[in-house]
């Protein structure tokens, strides 16, 4: 009996010294007397919830524990990804983010047959899938463990995930292609007498056919030398998680942090928590236009109205809605109810063939609410230049016409364009930005058009840009500016991209746009986004349908949580910089006299 009760007392004796140990290498009773001592002095009503706080400051670092993707569906119908990411908090798996994602834009014009959409549709879908696979494999593996905080290791990881995709993808296209050429010989295709007539290639022998119908002089036709577009980025299928596992990283941190999502993206884009914080000003799509809607104009694509800076965000919202009705009522009164109809953003789509009826009605919408455009509302116009650009397809090869078709049956030539806008802005200041008037390829037309309307206006870029990853490694030269740039969360574009972008951009005397995607959801992120990255404008749709006007209340909810904490600013008064040309390069010796002796043989002749 003795020697038991010695063992049990020796054991209780060890058992008490590991507990002494494990209690001290913890610093457990350091941290307990602490806030004993500091908490009676405190005072505090909640004991317990004092306490709680106290030590949660001292718990680990919550991590990713698990990352579960599922289907959802868009504003459209349309399948898109629905992810959950959860963290281990205080010993306790938690849901810390529910990222709904919108659908990519359609690459597709609006008007579009149904037929010709289903390959797309399929392309979509399987894309869908693939994403779906990918955050429930890959990705929840390698984020497994890792501070969400962390955004830039976050997004590190991820992109370093897609790059070994898309180097296993690479390695097997070109294995298939090398089994298909041994399979063929060399590979070769056989050249065609008419391909080689394209070519100027026939036997290793350049024999250039020309139309004989084409030989001939007519007028002063000179054929139009077109730059084409650069080649669209091929992206793999299921590139969308990259950014679906990115915004929930982000939302992950904040909410874990117990932290509002607007500040953390704060933290994220300036190192710190900015004393002052600004809501962005709401660009509002009215009317929608363009080719794919009814009547003959082409050259504006949106309608937008924009509030003056320092307008409330709740006083905004509320006239735009007010905007929008008037535009309705008027609409439905000269073209019965259903031109009160909306398209996917919920914008409305008259028939309309020239810009001045889009321009003069939402004026007249503006007057009617007591307000003065070009003071209290501005207008803006997404012009989208590049798909108003004419190619002239024939036989699988590109004929370019190099014409903007700015209305039905009319065309024009860059230079005529760079003066179609000139005019027409002249006779409308109360437009404050225009978006992509013509195609970045068009650098020389571009800068002649800032010239001239650069410091009446905003000129914006969308589509002269590549995304916001490839757009970091792009060196901005002085042959093409902006003084706005369009940027969009979406695919393989992720918080870091978007937010190292902005400053590139801002640093290049660039106004931020942050834009919605078609395909929206009712998730709320781009709010708290454009807040805490400090965009100057949310190009945001129509102010109507679910899925915009959560967006809405959200900036009015963020809007009166800074009110009351006594930190909200305003955006300052429009500014806009004078974009010059780049000088012409000076003419190497030689050419001034070649040239002086043109002019004088000119002058003979008349």
């Known amino acids: 009996m003795a020697s038991a009760s010695t063992r049990e007392a020796r054991e209780k004796y060890e058992l008490k010294q590991k507990a002494v140990k494990y209690y001290d290498q913890n610093g457990v009773p350091k941290k307990m007397e602490e806030i004993l001592n500091s908490m009676f002095y405190d005072n505090p009503d909640d004991v317990y919830g004092h306490l709680a706080n106290y030590f949660a400051e001292h718990a680990k670092t919550p ?11 868009d504003s459209k119908g349309q399948t898109t990804v629905q992810t959950d990411m959860y963290c281990t908090v205080r010993n306790n798996k938690k849901l810390s983010a529910a990222v709904v994602s919108s659908s990519s834009n359609s690459s597709l014009p609006e008007n579009t047959k149904p037929e010709d959409r289903e390959e797309e549709d399929k392309a979509r879908e399987a894309g869908v899938e693939a994403a779906i696979a990918l955050l429930n494999g890959d990705i929840n593996t390698r984020l497994q463990g890792v501070d969400p905080a962390l955004q830039s290791d976050v997004d590190k990881i991820l992109m370093k995930l897609y790059e070994e995709l898309k180097a ?47 030989n001939k002089k007519k007028g002063k036709s000179v054929a139009v030398v077109v730059v084409p577009d650069e080649p669209k980025e091929k992206l793999l299928p299921g590139a969308e998680s990259i950014c679906v596992a990115s915004r929930a990283a982000c939302t992950a941190a904040s909410a874990v942090r117990e932290e509002p999502l607007y500040q953390h993206i704060a933290t994220l884009r300036f190192g710190e928590i900015p004393k002052d914080m600004r809501v962005p000003i709401p660009m509002v ?16 694509k949106e309608f937008m109205v924009v509030p003056k800076p320092g307008m409330p965000i709740a006083d905004s919202l509320k006239y735009c809605q007010k905007i929008y009705s008037y535009v309705a009522k008027t609409l439905v009164t000269k073209s019965g109810m259903a031109a009160q109809y909306g398209n996917d953003i919920g914008a409305l789509c008259p028939s309309y063939d020239k810009p001045e009826q889009g321009l003069d009605i939402l004026q007249d919408a503006i007057t009617s609410l007591e307000l003065t455009p070009g003071e209290d509302f501005f207008i803006a116009l997404n012009l989208a230049g590049k798909e108003i650009f004419d190619y002239d397809k024939k036989s699988n090869q590109t004929s370019e016409k190099g014409k903007y078709e700015v209305m039905g049956g009319q065309q024009k030539v860059p230079e005529d364009l760079v003066e179609f806008w000139v005019e027409l802005l002249g006779r409308y200041p109360s437009v404050v930005a225009i978006i992509d008037p013509m195609r970045k390829q068009e650098k020389e037309h571009w800068m002649r058009l800032c010239d001239r309307v650069s410091d009446k206006c905003y000129v914006i870029g969308n589509h002269t840009y590549p995304r916001p990853g490839l757009l970091l490694e792009e060196e901005l030269t002085e042959e093409f500016k902006t003084s706005g740039t369009v940027l969009k969360l979406d695919q393989i574009n992720t918080i870091t991209d978007i937010l190292e972008s902005a400053k590139k951009m801002e640093d290049a005397e660039n106004q931020i746009v942050l834009t919605t995607c078609y395909g929206e959801t009712t998730d709320t992120f781009l709010a708290d986004m454009a807040v805490g990255m400090n965009a100057r404008f949310l190009k945001i749709g129509a102010p109507v349908r679910g899925e915009r006007i959560a967006l809405f209340n959200r900036l009015i909810q963020i809007e009166n949580q800074l009110k009351l904490e006594g930190r909200l600013a305003f955006h300052g008064e429009n500014v806009f910089p004078h974009i010059v040309p780049p000088p012409l390069p000076e003419p190497e010796e030689g050419e001034e006299a070649q040239e002086e002796e043109k002019k004088e043989e000119k002058g003979k002749k008349k």
């Open 63 to 73: 991590l990713i524990s698990q990352i579960s993707a599922r289907h959802g569906f």
């Open 168 to 214: 296993e993808e690479d390695e097997r296209l070109a294995k298939e292609a090398a089994e298909q050429a041994a399979l063929g010989g060399d590979g070769a295709t056989p050249v065609k007498e008419e391909d080689a007539s394209v070519s100027g290639k026939k036997g290793g022998k350049s024999s250039a056919k020309i139309n004989p119908g084409t």
């Open 285 to 300: 799509t009215i009317i929608q236009s363009g080719r794919s809607a009814p009547g003959k104009l082409n050259c504006v």
